[in-house]
């Protein structure tokens, strides 16, 4: 399942109509890393030039020029090798870029030295990603100066520099119908990863064998990598918010948090869920369980066009806090613990994120200084959590060492919103039930 190239080509159009005409946009592709001595890691493309053109090589550049007759998409690329081809792929080439990624005009890499200050001259507004890139910076800095170098000649090179990110992070942030609905199947892949972790948790196995099950079960359905590296954290692990090492065994009588997604033609998912390793949540167990999913239910359900971003935050805090003082691991009245922050020993991080091609999607949460509101397109994560660390003596001992989160994908509607993985359990009798075969 994959975007189609006319959505990529609509997408720059939507870049160019927001710029200058005497304006430039360069977007650099990622490049190849050394993992250890002749090994790579898996390339993975920067997420603004594969929303930009689908093209999925190492080391190119595009160059967007608004209103230029001979074709307002420059792209340059790796040229064909078939020797190389051999060890490491076929590469589209120039003639490859134009035939199948719609580019107006395409250059070999060794072309850039001479083609690019060409292409920048009169251009007055340089588009650019400052800062991500010291040796790219270095190189954009030279092409400008090629240009400023010729202004005798009549040249005219940008005079400005400006933050590419404030406009195309914005237009990422809203998704398309094509988006969504491949952010929804590879919500329902990582659904049923989940699903199958539960199926065969038991005493006994380690965190890495439920990693095993989540990752194959993705890969078998297309999904070859995940957006992120997997959380399955036994026990006292599940307090620990990124943790990654999935070696511990897991434990009867503990819970399991997995907080895992596949990532799908460049799109993320963000799944977690708690469950108890023998399929049996204990009594204290399933009471913080449910006060954290209750909270979830409530802010999924506030969820609509019009509320500030921070709304949802604001109401897990609320629906947290007083849970936890009914539950006895708070002491106090519930406005002046939430004033205070007391419940951050519990529940330190926020309700969510924007989520997209990056799995912390890009996107600002405030607008002139406001918590901007949600509108239809947004796509967000809903995962309040609490956390008592092992060693917090202040709360009785059978609170000690359970973290428990709950997340969700959620898409804002025109009505309301919709929930990309609700097909993995996370009622206590269906997750029970599960576990238990029934």
């Not at 608004?66 to 792209?75: K, L, M």
């Not at 005009?105 to 251009?123: C, S, V």
């Not at 709360?395 to 994908?409: S, Y």
Request: hydrophobic share 40%; aromatic share 8%.
């Amino acid at each position: 399942m994959k975007i189609a190239q006319d959505e990529f080509a609509r997408r720059r159009a939507q870049l160019l109509a927001a710029v200058p005409a005497n304006a430039a946009i360069l977007v650099a592709a990622a490049s190849l890393k050394t993992r250890n001595r002749d090994a790579e890691y898996a390339f993975r493309q920067d997420s603004d030039f594969y929303y930009l053109t689908g093209f999925n090589e190492p080391d190119a550049l595009l160059l967007l020029l608004p209103g230029r007759a001979e074709g307002e998409t420059v792209i340059f690329c790796p040229p064909r090798d078939p020797q190389m081809e051999i060890w490491t792929g076929y590469r589209a080439g120039p003639d490859g870029c134009v035939r199948d990624f719609g580019m107006d005009q395409a250059f070999e890499l060794k072309q850039i030295e001479t083609e690019l200050p060409e292409l920048l001259d009169g251009r007055l507004r340089l588009y650019y990603a400052l800062g991500e890139d010291e040796e790219l910076d270095t190189r954009v800095r030279g092409w400008v100066n090629q240009v400023r170098a010729k202004a005798r000649q009549g040249a005219e090179p940008p005079r400005e520099l400006v933050q590419l990110e404030t406009l195309l992070h914005e237009q990422r942030l809203f998704k398309s119908e094509a988006e969504v609905a491949l952010m929804r199947r590879a919500g329902e892949i990582s659904a049923a990863a989940h699903v199958q972790a539960m199926q065969v948790c038991r005493p006994g196995m380690g965190e890495y064998q439920l990693e095993a099950e989540i990752t194959a079960h993705c890969m078998r359905e297309g999904a070859r990598f995940q957006a992120y590296s997997p959380i399955v954290g036994g026990g006292a692990n599940g307090c620990i918010l990124h943790y990654i090492d999935n070696m511990d065994l897991l434990q009867d009588g503990d819970l399991v948090l997995i907080d895992a997604g596949c990532e799908l033609d460049n799109y993320a998912s963000d799944i977690t869920r708690t469950f108890p390793v023998n399929g049996r949540f204990s009594r204290h167990q399933a009471e913080l369980y449910q006060l954290v999913l209750d909270s979830q239910l409530a802010c999924i359900d506030a969820i609509r066009p019009g509320v500030p971003w921070n709304d949802i935050h604001e109401l897990s805090v609320r629906i947290l806090t007083e849970g936890l003082v009914r539950l006895g691991l708070l002491q106090g009245e519930v406005d002046t613990l939430i004033e205070e922050g007391a419940y951050r020993r519990f529940y330190m991080h926020r309700v969510g994120h924007w989520l997209g091609m990056d799995v912390h999607d890009v996107g600002e949460y405030k607008q002139k200084g406001d918590w901007r509101p949600l509108e239809p397109g947004m796509v967000m994560t809903v995962e309040p959590g609490l956390y008592v660390a092992p060693d917090d003596e202040s709360v009785e001992p059978h609170w000690r060492g359970i973290g428990i989160r709950i997340e969700d994908d959620v898409v804002v509607t025109e009505q309301g919103c919709e929930v990309l993985t609700e097909a993995v359990p996370k009622q206590i009798a269906d997750i029970e039930a599960l576990m238990a075969g029934a």
